[in-house]
């Protein structure tokens, strides 16, 4: 299989890098070009780069490998709650600030806030806090597309690689999605990662179905898969699965390997999750409203309507995506093949579960359609958040800074174009030194929390005419000192199951930034008359 799948990846990411070099005959050679397609982007297309740059790796590669570890269960963690709340931040977040870029010019979500609370200083501030976040946001996908391919092209090259059975390494397959999402980021801008997310969001979507049924098939049908998941574990139906119900597992595949009737063995009891452990996971798609690369696609739009259909859109493309990822990671810590299991109980890297069941269950073409359907998903966030912080640094540190805005337009571009270079080679390197030491979907959650944490800042400066420069200043300030002060109780993410309160982290972030932006906003100086006349003349 790895041969054919090999040459599938790699007929598909050449069509990634025509589709790049094709949308470069548009640009029109201006920055506002460049970062933002000249604000000309209509409902579809702003649809799908929505929601493939929200679908990441996190979502696929990180539902599936969490599922095999906690159960079912997390899909009610996340998936269902993120549907109607990215919907509601793209209603009420989404498109007041699309109208305030529009009227204001603004290009970075920066631009805005040092506006909003009038203060310049509040950009040096943001700016390492961001691009801090937007990393580990970064490393999910690098991470997940080298594992997917180590995995999936087993035995492709068994010479030159013997070390992974003869799967492309690591270092490799990572390496080539970061050039190829850094070949067509460069030439085409937003607008090409526009295109190129709406072909990998139909890619993924279509492909990720058929597959789901494929796989279905191989194992006796969406029933008795699941009913083998009732017999081996069947914890992972319930929702407080967990990782104790191994043992019983191993048990029972040993007595059936001795009598294929097997004998009963009485399941463990499963450790169980909290009501209030369960609802803490509902702040964390808040996320949404604060990442930087969704701001730049909201201001992409070419008007208001244009959101009209990714907000009805939203939750039901994420059902569609999450629900088979979510069932082929259940049904894998259970799937018995000729008396053995498919992947063994005390398999160690979560990470490549669906790759293994692909490389495992599909065929030569489809495996390797598949493959390329998950590495779109990847592709689609990547790009995006590539841009975003060039963007960033561009505008808000190079050319305000720095420059003091007398860069031209072309100048902006440039240093855009080299700072997603450079960004691109610090992830690479960071992707092969933090290889196989964390989850996706741990290293997603703490990633999203801190982006959580300030949704209360971006609320309060849309709707609260009250709140001041030093609320916001509190706020970020006590959001960074908490989350990284969580983040180094849990052993930097080493721990998934920390909780602090019993509750997630995020809760306890978020309460800490609110707290902190509404009572200091009260205690001080209200914001100038002019600034609330700009912000809330309407």
């Known amino acids: 299989m790895g041969a054919i799948t090999v040459w599938i990846i790699g007929a598909y990411l050449l069509v990634l890098l025509a589709l790049g070099l094709v949308s470069n005959r548009w640009f029109r050679g201006t920055s506002a070009d460049y970062f933002l397609a000249s604000r000309s982007i209509g409902p579809f ?4 780069s929505l929601f493939g740059t929200t679908m990441t790796a996190f979502a696929l590669v990180g539902s599936s490998g969490e599922a095999f570890k906690s159960g079912i269960g ?9 549907g109607i709340i990215h919907s509601a931040c793209f209603f009420l977040i989404g498109i007041k600030l699309w109208s305030f870029g529009k009227r204001h010019g603004y290009v ?3 631009q805005f806030f040092r506006d909003r609370f009038e203060s310049d200083k509040l950009g040096l501030l943001l700016f390492p806090i961001l691009v ?4 580990p946001y970064l490393l999910i996908g690098v991470m997940s597309s080298g594992t997917v391919i180590q995995n999936v092209t087993r035995g492709a090259f068994a010479e030159a690689f013997p070390a ?4 492309i390494p690591f270092w490799l397959g990572s390496g080539v999605i970061c050039v190829v999402v850094l070949i067509y980021v460069f030439f085409g801008g937003v607008r090409g990662t526009a ?3 709406a072909m990998q969001t139909m890619v993924f979507i279509v492909l990720g179905f058929v597959t789901f049924f494929f796989i279905a098939d191989k194992l006796g049908g969406v029933k008795h898969a699941t009913e083998m998941v009732q017999e081996y574990n069947p914890t992972k139906l319930q929702r407080g699965a967990g990782d104790e119900d191994r043992e019983y597992y191993e048990q029972k595949l040993a007595a059936y390997e001795a009598d294929p009737k097997g004998a009963v063995i009485k399941p463990s009891e499963p450790k169980g999750m909290t009501q209030l452990h369960f609802l803490s996971y509902m702040f964390i798609p808040l996320s949404v409203g604060m990442f930087p690369h969704l701001f730049q696609h909201w201001l992409t739009a070419k008007s208001a309507r244009s959101f009209r259909l990714a907000i009805i859109a939203h ?6 995506v999450w629900v088979p990822c979510v069932l082929l990671g259940v049904w894998a810590t259970s799937a018995v093949i000729d008396g053995k299991p498919l992947i063994p109980p005390n398999f160690s890297n979560p990470n490549a579960v669906l790759a293994v069941m692909v490389g495992k269950l599909t065929g030569k073409v489809l495996g390797g359609l598949l493959t390329a359907g998950i590495l779109a998903a990847i592709m689609s966030s990547l790009d995006s958040q590539f841009l975003c912080i060039g963007s960033i640094f561009t505008h808000d540190i190079a050319a305000h800074y720095v420059a003091k805005d007398r860069l031209s337009d072309r100048t ?8 997603v270079i450079a960004i691109v080679i610090v992830t690479y390197l960071l992707a092969i030194k933090m290889q196989g030491t964390r989850g996706v979907f741990t290293l997603g959650v703490w990633c999203f929390s801190g982006f959580a944490a300030l949704f209360p800042l971006v609320f309060a400066a849309v709707y609260w005419r009250r709140v001041t420069k030093a609320g916001a200043y509190a706020s970020v300030i006590t959001m960074a000192v908490t989350w990284v002060w969580l983040f180094a109780q849990s052993d930097y993410g080493g721990n998934r199951e920390y909780l602090f309160m019993g509750m997630m982290p995020v809760a306890t972030i978020i309460a800490a930034s609110t707290l902190a932006l509404v009572l200091v906003s009260l205690a001080t100086r209200p914001p100038s008359a002019a600034t609330l006349a700009k912000f809330f003349a309407d």
């Open 412 to 419: 902006k571009v440039v240093i855009g174009r080299a700072f």
């Open 108 to 110: 970075t979500q920066i």
């Open 74 to 82: 997390v899909y009610g963690k996340l998936a269902s709650s993120s």
């Open 132 to 135: 801090g976040l937007v990393i």
């Open 195 to 197: 295109w190129a997310n």
């Open 164 to 167: 992974t059975n003869g799967g």
């Open 315 to 320: 939750p039901i493309l994420i059902m569609i």
């Open 45 to 48: 297309l702003l649809v799908m």
